[in-house]
């Protein structure tokens, strides 16, 4: 009974020193932090928080606005059109007997493309000129006969009457003459369509129809299809917002056009070809609002198809000394343009008035000065006076815009 009262007495004494022993402990781990917080090196911890990049200068690309002529485009989309494009047909009837071309053959004017059977057609012309013949001694004798008796009228020996009636028919186998020259002709003609030939300086396309089938002139299907490419003309279409720009540029001069591939938006690349405009449509389309143009190419390389799309850049005028920069550094704000200009190892904003602009070069007029130097890479990292290092731009990003200087030649800097 003692022993069991003894173990309750010790149990409540170990639980009333527990209190005491972690006040301590917590007082030792106070001392603890405060005592290396005071032993802390100077600095050390606001230099552990601090970005060791902080207050280095931003990488940029930049370039120098510079003064020069350029070349002002309107954009737009056209289809490739053949200079003069024939169907060729028979016109008589017959065998096919030869076709003397190539498909894909250039031809000149006048080459034999193909020939009907002529027999029939060699018949009748000569079966013209003998009747000719026949109706030109009947004419001969006719005409000597009327002399004889014109001179019997004289002494009285015949009639008026039977000098007239002979004069008359002198005057009606005359007529019967030409009539069978006439049929000469006819027959001639129609024996010369046995030898098809090309009315113009062309391609030939695929054949339609071999030799051995008859043919007859009024087939709806052609023997083949030859198109002229060299020139070749181009038709497209730009916005009648365009057409005072397009009337100006065409009484001062031939208006220059620059054919691209399609998907060459803006001029990238080099030109396929370069010509003229040629035709400015006498009406604006009310239903799409647009104005149709035509313009003709040497296409001296064959690069422009019949068919085909191409990107068009119409040459309206030249902008003379103008301030260039890249479009890349133009940055767009609610106030407006701006670009970035480096001062002195920092970078300043400065907003701008842009004249015509395209995807190789913007023109300022006004809020920038020639020599000055834009940033083109890196601006969106940018504010008012951050400090920035020039990084040298790829070769690509300083290359001037190419276009061809006259038709059919290499292409030369525009600047």
């Known amino acids: 009974m003692d022993s069991l009262t003894r173990e309750p007495a010790a149990l409540s004494a170990r639980g009333r020193s527990r209190p005491w022993l972690m006040t301590a402990l917590c007082l030792l781990v106070v001392a603890a932090i405060a005592g ?6 100077p600095g050390t911890i606001k230099k552990a928080n601090t970005n060791p990049m902080a207050g280095q200068p931003i990488p940029v690309v930049a370039a120098t606005a510079t003064r020069r002529d350029v070349p002002i485009y309107l954009d737009g989309l056209g289809t490739v059109q053949a200079f003069y494009t024939v169907t060729i047909h028979t016109m008589v009837d017959g065998p096919l007997v030869a076709v003397d071309f190539k498909e894909g053959q250039d031809v000149g004017k006048g080459a034999v493309l193909a020939q009907v059977d002529s027999r029939i057609y060699q018949a009748a012309l000569d ?17 000597v006969d009327l002399v004889r008796y014109q001179k019997l009228v004289a002494t009285n020996y015949t009639t008026a009457q039977t000098a007239d009636t002979q004069k008359a028919l002198v005057a009606q186998l005359e007529a019967q003459v030409r009539g069978d020259q006439a049929q000469i002709d006819t027959a001639r003609t129609q024996l010369s369509y046995c030898t098809i030939v090309s009315p113009i300086d062309g391609r030939t396309g695929i054949r339609q129809v071999d030799p051995g089938n008859i043919v007859h002139a009024t087939d709806t299907m052609g023997l ?3 198109t002229q490419l060299q020139p070749i003309s181009v038709v497209f279409s730009l916005p009648q917002q365009a057409l005072p720009a397009v009337a100006r540029a065409m009484q001062r001069s031939e208006a220059k056009v620059l054919a691209y591939p399609e998907d060459a938006a803006g001029g990238r690349g080099q030109a396929l070809d370069a010509g003229v405009l040629t035709v400015l449509d006498n009406q604006v389309d009310p239903t799409t609002g ?8 040497p296409n001296r390389n064959h690069l422009l198809w019949p068919g085909g799309f191409v990107a068009m850049r119409l040459q309206v005028e030249t902008a003379h000394d103008a301030l260039v920069v890249p479009p890349a550094a133009i940055q ?6 701006y670009v970035f200009v480096i001062d002195h190892g920092k970078a300043k904003r400065q907003e701008v008035t842009l004249g015509a602009e395209d995807e190789q070069a913007s023109i300022v007029t006004a809020g920038l000065t020639a020599g000055e130097t834009v940033v083109i890479e890196g601006a969106s990292r940018l504010s008012d006076g951050t400090k920035v290092s020039v990084a040298t731009p790829s070769p690509a990003e300083t290359q001037a815009p190419e276009m061809p200087s006259a038709p059919g030649t290499r292409p030369r800097k525009s600047g």
Do not use: H, M, S, Y
Request: aromatic content about 10%; proline content about 8%; hydrophobic content about 50%.
């Open 290 to 297: 647009t104005i149709k143009l035509k313009a003709t190419f």
């Open 224 to 226: 083949v299809v030859v």
């Open 36 to 41: 290396a917080v005071w032993f802390w090196p």
């Open 127 to 143: 079966q013209a000129v003998a009747k000719k013949a026949q109706d030109e001694a009947q004419l001969a004798n006719a005409r």
């Open 332 to 337: 767009r704000g609610p106030n407006g343009p």
